[in-house]
Every structure is written in structure tokens, then in C-alpha cells.
């Protein structure tokens, strides 16, 4: 898992006022380091998957989360492209929490997903409860109130291929804490991706990551 902070300077002079520039993070998941589990034409023998997230505070303080979807080495995929995404979300994260929708985005339903024949390859006996975007391109974008937090995905691409990341709901103690990797209790790194939760993000954390600069995490089975 690869995260990148990223802080405009006139932010940065401002110390922990993060609203007075755009701040963003980015950062990716792979079949390709073990961070997804793909099957059919996204498993690691077929090119593999790659989920990658740029998220934006911008200057009113709403979030636009850009979404894309790639083989396991960046590059565009040459087998079918996602047809849906399930995201996990907060438990009071709310239809009128979603601002707006980029054109990659065919319809958005909220509720719990799991193991259906629409869903194949979803792990046995887990459910996401959020949102599942019907999409149509191999990049997506949202805006939203929503701070992130760190959770889990799931992906379907075409009639059998499917991608999830390693740790689907894994026990992660600093979901709320985005600007450092996800961890577990003891301190090891999870397979996890950035996704909408709390409503307005605490003063200066992510001011003080982009101080950091590049924090790349290797996971530990």
C-alpha cells in the first residue's frame, strides 16, 4: 500500500488551517503486492488488478474522491472493465451526503452487499454496508461532505472477473486517522483503501502529512 500526502503551500504557511488550500491524498492498492484478491480476468495471472485514490478537501471543505482501475501495473486493462464498485461507508453516511456524481457513474444505490450472483468471488460470510456504483469508465469521481476513513471494496468486471482488497473488513484501529497507514492493534499494516466517512476531519492532520512527505507501508503476512 502506497499513500502520498499532498498540500498546497499557501496551507502549509497557514500551519493547521487545512481549508486554506485545496489538500489531497492519494495512494493505490494491487494484486500485484498481494493488497487485492482478484479472480477471472483480474487475477494475478491475467494482469491482475489496481484500485487508485486521489481524495480532495477543497477550499468550501467538501471532499471529491476520484476513483480508477487498472492491471497491476498501472496500466489500462485490456479485459472487461468494472461494471460495479461497492464502497464501504460510515453507518450514518446518507444519500443527501452525496453532493454529486461524475460522469463515469451510471446509477448509485445504498445498502449492504454481499455474496449474490451478481457478486461473484465476494468473500464467503462478509458484507459491506455503504454504497455500489454502477459505472461505465475506468475512472470515477464523487463529491461529498465526507472526510475519509479507512475501509474496505469490493468490484465486479464482467460476468465472472472480481477484485477486493485483502483485508475486507479488517480490524482497523485508526480508521479515522487517513493521513498514516491502516493498521491493526498490533501495529501491523492492512490492505485497505480511503473511503467517505466522518463529516468534518479534525484540525491540521493532514497539514502535519504533508509535512511528512511519502509514507510507503509493506504488508506482513
Not at 6 to 15: C, N, S, V, W
Not at 119 to 148: C, H, M
Request: proline residues 7%.
Amino acid at each position: 500500500m502506497l499513500i502520498r500526502t499532498r498540500l498546497g503551500i499557501a496551507a502549509l504557511a497557514a500551519g493547521a488551517c487545512i481549508g486554506a488550500a485545496d489538500a489531497s491524498v492519494i495512494g493505490s492498492l494491487s494484486t500485484a503486492t498481494g493488497g487485492v484478491i482478484g479472480g477471472g480476468n483480474y487475477s494475478a495471472t491475467a494482469g491482475g488488478f489496481a484500485i487508485h485514490w486521489n481524495i480532495t478537501q477543497n477550499m468550501d471543505t467538501t471532499w471529491t474522491y476520484i476513483y480508477s482501475f487498472t492491471n497491476a501495473a498501472g496500466q489500462p486493462r485490456t479485459g472487461p472493465g468494472v461494471s460495479h464498485i461497492v464502497l464501504e461507508l460510515s453507518e450514518n453516511f446518507t444519500p443527501a451526503d452525496l453532493l454529486s456524481v461524475g460522469s463515469g457513474i451510471q446509477t448509485t444505490t445504498f445498502g449492504t452487499f454481499g455474496p449474490h450472483p451478481s457478486n461473484p468471488g465476494f468473500p464467503t460470510a462478509q458484507t459491506l454496508s455503504g454504497v455500489k456504483f454502477d459505472v461505465n469508465a475506468a475512472t470515477i469521481s464523487f463529491n461529498t461532505t465526507r472526510a475519509p476513513m479507512w475501509g474496505s471494496f469490493y468490484t465486479k468486471g464482467g460476468s465472472s472477473s472480481y477484485a477486493y482488497n485483502a483485508d475486507i473488513n479488517g480490524p482497523v484501529v485508526n480508521r479515522q486517522q487517513y493521513w498514516t497507514p491502516a493498521v491493526d492493534a498490533s501495529g501491523s499494516p492492512l490492505d485497505m483503501i480511503l473511503v467517505p466517512d466522518t463529516l468534518i476531519p479534525s484540525p491540521g492532520p493532514l497539514a502535519l502529512a504533508g509535512l511528512a512527505g511519502l509514507v510507503a507501508t509493506r504488508r506482513r503476512r
